[in-house]
């Protein structure tokens, strides 16, 4: 049974940073996909990041591009998402996704397994 773990949310300042993680358990990590999503209340998952891990590609929503950087530890079968220079419209639920297949996957429809998802809150 494939379980994904996210840890690492929480309440920050504006400008501040925070690093979830997200472990995969039961799942073919390599040579796969995994992304982060989030969701504020009312409005719909987006995509925030994604990573190839096959390969390394990866994907970033222009709303984060430059603040986010998502990364892999193949031993572990985790991935992070180092977030900096938050801003109160980051606030939202956060949550890490898989699937199988090559290359990266953007769209929520893509992804088999998810994660219980992690709190993010963001203070201005």
């Known amino acids: 049974q494939v379980q994904l773990v996210e840890s690492g949310g929480g309440s920050v300042q504006a400008g501040g940073s925070l690093r979830l993680s997200c472990a995969a358990f039961g799942y073919t990590y390599s040579s796969n996909c995994m992304g982060w999503f989030r969701q504020a209340p009312g409005k719909e998952r987006e995509a925030v990041a994604a990573?190839?891990?096959?390969?390394?590609?990866?994907y970033y929503a222009d709303s984060v591009k430059g603040r986010f950087t998502i990364s892999q530890d193949n031993a572990k079968d985790t991935v992070y998402l180092q977030m900096n220079s938050l801003k109160s419209e980051d606030t939202a639920m956060y949550y890490c996704?898989?699937?199988?297949?090559?290359?990266?996957?953007?769209?929520?429809?893509?992804?088999?397994?998810w994660g219980q998802g992690t709190q993010v809150t963001v203070s201005s």
């Open positions: 996704a898989a699937s199988y297949g090559l290359g990266i996957l953007v769209s929520p429809d893509e992804y088999r397994y």
């Open positions: 990573i190839y891990t096959g390969g390394g590609s990866t």
